[in-house]
């Protein structure tokens, strides 16, 4: 059973090698944006902290757009980060002081901001473990939820927040989750929370529940075979973006007719295949490029395979940003669905370049699990 307090076990060894290198890294981050991320962990107020936050964001969305795509997407995951702990930390300070404390539960992040991936387009992924459910700590989760979506960090459409009883739960609940997800027969419903699951994130509070849930995760992966099937295949059967004639497919719909679908031809099959090698690996972390890092460090990549797998991710970090600093300049609603016309032909080719690519992985991926 987790302990509030004490000694490390299970993944720790691992989980703690991670834990230095993205320290490292961020202390790379906080070295060149000292100022502006530092402001952030040291608000006084929520007015305040939203005001540092918008200014961050604007910041990228402006002045930045020349500097290397991880570097760009690594100070907004920073500066996520820092909102979430300081909402927190204010919360606990006011309404909640003497109530709760950090030791009674840890809050999780999920999706881009596990992956730390974010970018200009948003919203909350996050969860809750308590170490014992109180109403107390299902309404830190509440305000939180609220606190966020006020720093206009906006709430999730499918759900995906501590405020939702999928998202929340003592350690013994969210273990028997683990498990059912896990145990092979599960509907089309639960495909999708294990997908979001499997970027799974500790950001603040008592590390040891994140742990005990990621060590669950651990053990069952390497035997929970149909899953893994279910998963490849939910990638495989992504509609191809490609034309037989090598050109971009593009939306039909007509709320969408002429849109490209950047996440599904791109963002969302490249990270699940990474995702899958990396859990297949026992590669317990949630972001992509710290996830191909590992991958070749213990020998799972060639240095070329990492090199061509880092690249596709940047560039598609890279054309997702372009896009949505295009949609906010024509004063568009940011969207997945992109408006080719924003891009310039060398943008064009390069998006269909990495189509292509992660289309290629895709097959590979069926010949690995069907043949």
Known sequence: MTEKRGSLSGC???????????????????SIWDLELSVLGHAESWEHLKNSFQSILSVIANQARNEDPFFQVA??????RKVAKKAGELLLKTDFKGKISEDDFAWLSFGGEARREVTLKFDQDNGIVFFKESEHLKNFAEEMVDRLAWLRISRCVGGV????????????????????????????????????????????????????IVSRIKSLYPSANAVKRRLARDIIDIPRYTTIFGKLALETRHDRRG????????????????RLEAWEKSITIAATKHRLRFLKEKGFL???????????????????????????NAKKELSDYFDLSLYD?????RLNKVVKKV???KRRLEWIYWT
């Open 12 to 30: 720790r060894a691992f989980l703690l090698s991670y834990t230095l290198m993205v320290e490292k890294e961020q202390t790379y981050i906080d």
């Open 75 to 80: 100070i907004i995951s920073a500066a996520f």
């Open 161 to 212: 927040m501590a405020s939702n009883p999928d998202w929340q739960g003592d350690i013994k609940t969210w273990l028997i989750r683990v498990d059912r997800l896990l145990s092979g027969v599960i509907t089309e419903e639960e495909l999708r929370r294990l997908t979001v699951l499997l970027d799974i994130d500790y950001v603040f509070g008592n590390k040891n529940l994140y742990e005990e």
């Open 259 to 274: 849109k490209f679908n950047f996440k599904f031809a791109c963002l969302y099959p490249f990270v699940g295949l990474v």
């Open 302 to 328: 060639t240095e070329k395979e990492y090199e061509e797998r880092t690249e596709i991710l940047k560039e598609i970090i890279d054309l997702r940003l372009k896009q949505q600093r295009a949609q906010i």
């Open 345 to 349: 032909r060398s943008d064009i080719l």
């Open 359 to 361: 289309e290629k992985m």
